[in-house]
């Protein structure tokens, strides 16, 4: 009966999903060079599966993680869309997947994972964009005693890229690879939680170190809903890391919403003589990473607008839009000058609210880039996606 007893949170807590993900891609590059355009359509299928926690002072349970990738159609004159473990040139296998499992244990409101882990912080935010998400293996503390306090410690040690089968040292969008990412920091909410100071401090090993102040303020004024969100970056290089990095990031977005509309501005200084130093493949914490361009590069300055609708507005519930423009401009490059680019972003997400395929995501993404320093693209992604319950 002990034994029953210790187990029934584990059990009873515990929930599994599998999730089908169906990705066409096409991008057009917009001249006749070596690769005029990249296009495939993929097969995705994600199981994630979490148990509740053992009984007594110490609770411990186990989260299981897999993912599989299927080829539908490439060929190697139009491979590397990101979807598949494959390059321009070759088209690469048919299939790919891998599956890691995490340890957990918990103590009150404290809780640790080890093993295979998906990192939502400012600084370190695992990306799920193409047909599979990426992953990290490494620790994870999270603490909630304190009253509208979270803290977060941990390690990360190596990464599963979204198109890889592979863990590999992690990567950084400026400077070299380690095999070790540390961090800590954390959020506190005030001001009867309308708002959050958070701070964080992250180092990618002999690579760079960086520090995150942010700030966010939500408040209502009559029938609007305002929003802010203040993100600042401090990055140097340490250790052994041979090159020169010394880059500030000023982030900012406001929104206002009124009942099923909303409107957004962002600005944003990527203030370096390199680009805004990240985990790759992450999605940094900024406000005019988009679809395509993340606008990061040296001493580049842009500016976003957006508009979001809910569709229920007009009487079609499940149908949600938006549309943003994004500006940059005083890129600094080099003997060339100064650049500028810009990026034109539709999406379209709707899901079906009855009927045997109830909850069924279908969405369209469709970019437009100019630019001065990497080739002109226009982009359409067509994503079904698919959850179902298994607990």
């Given at each position: 009966?002990?034994?029953?007893?210790?187990?029934?949170?584990?059990?009873?807590?515990?929930?599994?999903?599998?999730?089908?993900?169906?990705?066409?891609?096409?991008?057009?590059?917009?001249?006749?060079?070596?690769?005029?355009?990249?296009?495939?359509?993929?097969?995705?299928?994600?199981?994630?599966?979490?148990?509740?926690?053992?009984?007594?002072?110490?609770?411990?349970?186990?989260?299981?993680?897999?993912?599989?990738?299927?080829?539908?159609?490439?060929?190697?004159?139009?491979?590397?869309?990101?979807?598949?473990?494959?390059?321009?040139?070759?088209?690469?296998?048919?299939?790919?997947?891998?599956?890691?499992?995490?340890?957990?244990?918990?103590?009150?409101?404290?809780?640790?994972?080890?093993?295979?882990?998906?990192?939502?912080?400012?600084?370190?935010?695992?990306?799920?964009?193409?047909?599979?998400?990426?992953?990290?293996?490494?620790?994870?503390?999270?603490?909630?005693?304190?009253?509208?306090?979270?803290?977060?410690?941990?390690?990360?040690?190596?990464?599963?890229?979204?198109?890889?089968?592979?863990?590999?040292?992690?990567?950084?969008?400026?400077?070299?690879?380690?095999?070790?990412?540390?961090?800590?920091?954390?959020?506190?909410?005030?001001?009867?939680?309308?708002?959050?100071?958070?701070?964080?401090?992250?180092?990618?090993?002999?690579?760079?170190?960086?520090?995150?102040?942010?700030?966010?303020?939500?408040?209502?004024?009559?029938?609007?809903?305002?929003?802010?969100?203040l993100a600042y970056f401090?990055?140097?290089?340490?250790?052994?890391?041979?090159?020169?990095?010394?880059?500030?990031?000023?982030?900012?977005?406001?929104?206002?919403?009124?009942?099923?509309?909303?409107?957004?501005?962002?600005?944003?200084?990527?203030?370096?003589?390199?680009?805004?130093?990240?985990?790759?493949?992450?999605?940094?914490?900024?406000?005019?990473?988009?679809?395509?361009?993340?606008?990061?590069?040296?001493?580049?300055?842009?500016?976003?607008?957006?508009?979001?609708?809910?569709?229920?507005?007009?009487?079609?519930?499940?149908?949600?839009?938006?549309v943003r423009y994004i500006?940059?401009?005083?890129?600094?490059?080099?003997?060339?000058?100064?650049?500028?680019?810009?990026?034109?972003?539709?999406?379209?997400?709707?899901?079906?609210?009855?009927?045997?395929?109830?909850?069924?995501?279908?969405?369209?993404?469709?970019?437009?880039?100019?630019?001065?320093?990497?080739?002109?693209?226009?982009?359409?992604?067509?994503?079904?996606?698919?959850?179902?319950?298994?607990?």
């Amino acid at each position: 009966m002990a034994n029953q007893a210790t187990a029934a949170g584990f059990v009873e807590d515990a929930k599994a999903s599998l999730q089908l993900r169906n990705f066409y891609f096409n991008r057009d590059f917009r001249d006749p060079g070596a690769q005029s355009k990249a296009e495939e359509w993929a097969q995705g299928f994600i199981f994630r599966a979490q148990s509740g926690y053992t009984e007594g002072a110490v609770g411990f349970g186990l989260d299981a993680y897999a993912a599989l990738g299927l080829k539908l159609d490439s060929a190697d004159d139009r491979a590397g869309t990101g979807l598949l473990p494959n390059s321009f040139g070759n088209e690469g296998p048919g299939n790919y997947s891998h599956a890691l499992l995490t340890g957990k244990a918990k103590v009150s409101k404290t809780e640790l994972k080890v093993g295979g882990l998906y990192p939502q912080i400012p600084i370190a935010q695992a990306s799920d964009i193409r047909l599979i998400p990426q992953m990290y293996t490494g620790a994870n503390l999270s603490m909630g005693e304190i009253e509208n306090l979270d803290v977060q410690a941990g390690q990360l040690r190596d990464v599963v890229f979204r198109a890889s089968t592979n863990r590999e040292d992690i990567r950084a969008t400026v400077g070299g690879s380690s095999d070790r990412f540390n961090y800590l920091g954390g959020n506190y909410k005030f001001n009867q939680n309308s708002t959050t100071f958070g701070l964080w401090r992250g180092e990618l090993k002999d690579v760079y170190g960086q520090t995150l102040v942010n700030l966010i303020h939500n408040m209502n004024a009559g029938d609007w809903k305002l929003g802010a969100n203040l993100a600042y970056f401090d990055t140097r290089d340490i250790g052994s890391q041979p090159m020169d990095i010394d880059h500030k990031m000023k982030s900012l977005m406001l929104s206002a919403g009124l009942g099923h509309h909303t409107f957004r501005v962002g600005y944003q200084h990527s203030d370096g003589d390199t680009s805004f130093p990240y985990l790759a493949e992450n999605n940094p914490y900024i406000a005019n990473y988009v679809q395509i361009l993340d606008f990061a590069r040296a001493d580049e300055k842009s500016w976003q607008a957006r508009y979001d609708l809910d569709f229920a507005a007009v009487g079609l519930p499940g149908l949600r839009g938006f549309v943003r423009y994004i500006r940059g401009s005083n890129i600094d490059m080099g003997p060339a000058g100064r650049g500028k680019e810009w990026e034109r972003d539709i999406d379209f997400t709707y899901t079906l609210q009855s009927g045997p395929l109830k909850n069924l995501a279908i969405q369209w993404r469709n970019a437009m880039v100019r630019s001065d320093v990497i080739r002109d693209m226009d982009e359409n992604r067509l994503i079904l996606s698919y959850t179902i319950p298994l607990l």
